[in-house]
Antibody, heavy 119, light 108 residues
Framework: QVQLQQSGPGLVKPSQTLSLTCAIS??????????WNWIRQSPSRGLEWLGR?????????EYAKFVKGRMTITPDTSKNRFSLQLNSVTPEDTAVYYC?????????WGQGILVTVSS | QSVLTQPPSASGTPGQRVTISCSGS????????VNWYRQLPGTAPKLLIY???QRPSGVPDRFSGSKAGTSASLAISGLQSDDEADYYC?????????FGGGTKLTVL
């Protein structure tokens, strides 16, 4: 059974960087058949896919257009996890952030972390 | 505004059949399979239906999905009180995943 365990701060100041990590058990971040995603959810914007990383002989990172340039997803094969960095955050980035695996669909999710952007 | 359109609410009485619609476009539902998720308050969404009409292990056959053109539907038969939850549709769209705005199901 795949499990995803998220960690990271729940409060970030405006203009700073939001950083979260998703630790994987029961699968590998280097899997050739899965992708590792970040999604967020807020009352005003609902569920939003942010981006993903996956390995198919080499690493690929793909991002939603609305966060491109501000977001980086980094796989860590030594610790079997992947991370999210979102730069220059504003209060609009306040949301519950989830990591999730896709193998054609989102089949396993992390527990979610509420990240509030506030001074 | 979510890319996929769902009714914000739906309701039914115990034992009834309820359907939730999900409307998209040619680039998402029209070209790719649809997945459905159920979310209880304070928890992550959970996969309910994948590839339009497939149920993961453990999901009762009271739940069924269908797709036609650029729309999809989730049907719940034999409605039970613990079916009260938020339901979301999702599909791949060109270069990103997109979701519906969610439907809050109330069991009266």
């Amino acid at each position: 059974q795949v499990q995803l365990q998220q960690s990271g701060p729940g409060l970030v100041k405006p203009s700073q960087t939001l950083s979260l990590t998703c630790a994987i058990s029961g699968d590998s971040v280097s899997s050739n058949s899965a992708a590792w995603n970040w999604i967020r959810q807020s009352p005003s914007r609902g569920l939003e896919w942010l981006g993903r990383t996956y390995y198919r002989s080499k690493w690929y990172n793909e991002y939603a257009k609305f966060v491109k340039g501000r977001m980086t997803i980094t796989p860590d094969t030594s610790k079997n996890r992947f991370s999210l960095q979102l730069n220059s955050v504003t209060p609009e980035d306040t949301a519950v952030y989830y990591c999730a695996r896709t193998s054609g669909y989102f089949d396993f999710w992390g527990q979610g972390i509420l990240v509030t952007v506030s001074s | 505004q979510s890319v996929l359109t769902q009714p914000p609410s739906a309701s039914g009485t115990p034992g009834q059949r309820v359907t939730i619609s999900c409307s998209g476009s040619r680039s998402n539902i029209g070209s790719n399979t649809v997945n459905w998720y159920r979310q209880l308050p304070g928890t992550a969404p959970k996969l309910l239906i994948y590839d339009n009409n497939q149920r993961p292990s453990g999901v009762p056959d009271r739940f069924s999905g269908s797709k036609a053109g650029t729309s999809a539907s989730l049907a719940i038969s034999g409605l039970q009180s613990d079916d009260e939850a938020d339901y979301y549709c999702a599909a791949w769209d060109d270069s990103s995943w997109v979701f519906g705005g969610g439907t809050k199901l109330t069991v009266l």
